[in-house]
């Protein structure tokens, strides 16, 4: 009597186990378990739970750096789909994910551009719009569903916020955001580049680095802002030493390798033809790299003009 089993993981690995139930003597993988002697019936559930253990082993869930798009929640977000995988006509796509970031990216260039101009005089409207933006993606994590809603909301108080953090540098440092988004925008075109003609592939290692790398960095800068509340400040970021640029790099680095992996999930979930709506998740999610790498790439610079 002979019975096969079939397990498909999140990276598409397909193990069949073909097993004779009545063969005398039977092995469990990784286990050490001799099952020869069992029930037949025993025998079979043995076998499916080590292979099923195994095979979990092997699909291991890893986080990436972006909140938005990490594997975890994407998996939660797949076992949601009570549909299953959407028609063509009605899943997401890489393009569709591209495009949606692009318009996020033009509606919060914009908003930073009138928050520049007009808004800079009205102090408020910084903490108030930031603090919106940190709901906003908690929401939209929790309900992917609004992201088409809500995604550029965030984008409109992302560009408030960037518009009155880029005047506040420009007048400290005059020319330092354009050359602050030439090099972000240098930046992403490159790692696209990496990422599109398969010099770079993200693996799993790769994304297990970068995860527990951002979870540092963010961690040392909310201890920082709590120090900074009671008066504290650590000089490696504020200074403008050599251990604090080279720390600047280093940030600047993990953030700009963050979007291979935001480029990576948006290719799984249209290969898992995801729904149409998943477009502006995935392209929320970009977008917060980008400000991520633009910040970064804005402190740097700064550190370097102070030391020059």
């Given at each position: 009597?002979a019975s096969?089993?079939?397990?498909t993981?999140?990276?598409?690995?397909?193990?069949?186990?073909n097993?004779?139930?009545?063969?005398?003597?039977?092995?469990?993988?990784?286990?050490?378990?001799?099952?020869?002697?069992?029930?037949?019936?025993?025998?079979?559930?043995l076998?499916f739970?080590?292979?099923?253990?195994?095979t979990?082993?092997?699909?291991?869930?890893?986080t990436?750096?972006?909140?938005?798009?990490?594997?975890?929640r994407?998996?939660?977000?797949?076992?949601?789909f009570?549909?299953?995988?959407?028609?063509?006509?009605?899943?997401?796509?890489?393009?569709?994910?591209?495009?949606?970031?692009?318009?996020?990216?033009?509606?919060?260039?914009?908003?930073?551009?009138?928050?520049?101009?007009?808004?800079?005089?009205?102090?408020?409207?910084f903490?108030v719009?930031?603090?919106?933006g940190?709901?906003?993606l908690?929401?939209t994590?929790?309900?992917?569903?609004m992201s088409?809603?809500l995604?550029?909301?965030?984008?409109?108080?992302?560009?408030?916020?960037?518009?009155?953090?880029?005047?506040?540098?420009?007048?400290?440092?005059?020319g330092?955001?354009?050359?602050?988004?030439?090099?972000?925008v240098?930046v992403?075109?490159?790692?696209f580049?990496?990422?599109?003609?398969?010099?770079?592939?993200?693996?799993?290692r790769m994304?297990?680095?970068?995860?527990?790398?951002?979870?540092?960095?963010?961690?040392?800068?909310?201890?920082?802002?709590?120090?900074?509340?009671f008066?504290?400040?650590?000089?490696?970021?504020?200074?403008?030493?050599?251990?604090?640029i080279?720390?600047s790099?280093?940030?600047?680095?993990?953030?700009?390798?963050?979007?291979?992996l935001?480029?990576?999930?948006?290719e799984?979930?249209?290969?898992?033809?995801?729904?149409?709506?998943?477009?502006?998740?995935?392209?929320?999610?970009?977008?917060?790299?980008?400000?991520?790498l633009y910040?970064?790439?804005l402190?740097?610079?700064?550190?370097?003009?102070?030391?020059?």
């Amino acid at each position: 009597m002979a019975s096969a089993v079939s397990f498909t993981g999140k990276g598409r690995m397909t193990s069949t186990v073909n097993e004779t139930f009545a063969q005398s003597r039977t092995i469990v993988p990784e286990k050490g378990l001799l099952i020869g002697k069992f029930p037949r019936d025993v025998r079979g559930w043995l076998l499916f739970r080590s292979v099923r253990d195994s095979t979990r082993e092997e699909n291991q869930e890893v986080t990436m750096s972006s909140p938005l798009l990490s594997e975890k929640r994407i998996s939660e977000i797949s076992r949601g789909f009570e549909s299953g995988p959407q028609p063509v006509s009605q899943s997401m796509s890489v393009e569709g994910a591209i495009k949606a970031s692009a318009l996020l990216v033009f509606i919060m260039t914009v908003v930073a551009a009138v928050s520049w101009l007009y808004l800079t005089a009205i102090p408020l409207l910084f903490p108030v719009s930031f603090l919106v933006g940190v709901v906003l993606l908690v929401v939209t994590r929790l309900k992917p569903k609004m992201s088409p809603a809500l995604a550029p909301v965030y984008a409109i108080c992302e560009g408030m916020v960037l518009g009155f953090i880029s005047r506040l540098y420009e007048d400290a440092y005059s020319g330092i955001v354009v050359q602050a988004l030439g090099v972000t925008v240098a930046v992403f075109m490159a790692a696209f580049t990496l990422y599109s003609t398969g010099v770079v592939k993200v693996t799993a290692r790769m994304r297990a680095t970068i995860t527990l790398a951002t979870a540092g960095v963010l961690l040392f800068y909310l201890v920082a802002l709590v120090a900074l509340l009671f008066g504290v400040q650590f000089s490696v970021m504020y200074s403008s030493s050599l251990t604090s640029i080279g720390f600047s790099v280093l940030v600047s680095f993990l953030a700009a390798s963050s979007l291979l992996l935001d480029f990576d999930s948006i290719e799984r979930g249209a290969r898992e033809t995801h729904p149409k709506y998943m477009e502006w998740y995935y392209g929320l999610g970009l977008l917060v790299s980008i400000i991520w790498l633009y910040l970064e790439i804005l402190r740097l610079l700064a550190k370097s003009k102070r030391r020059n």
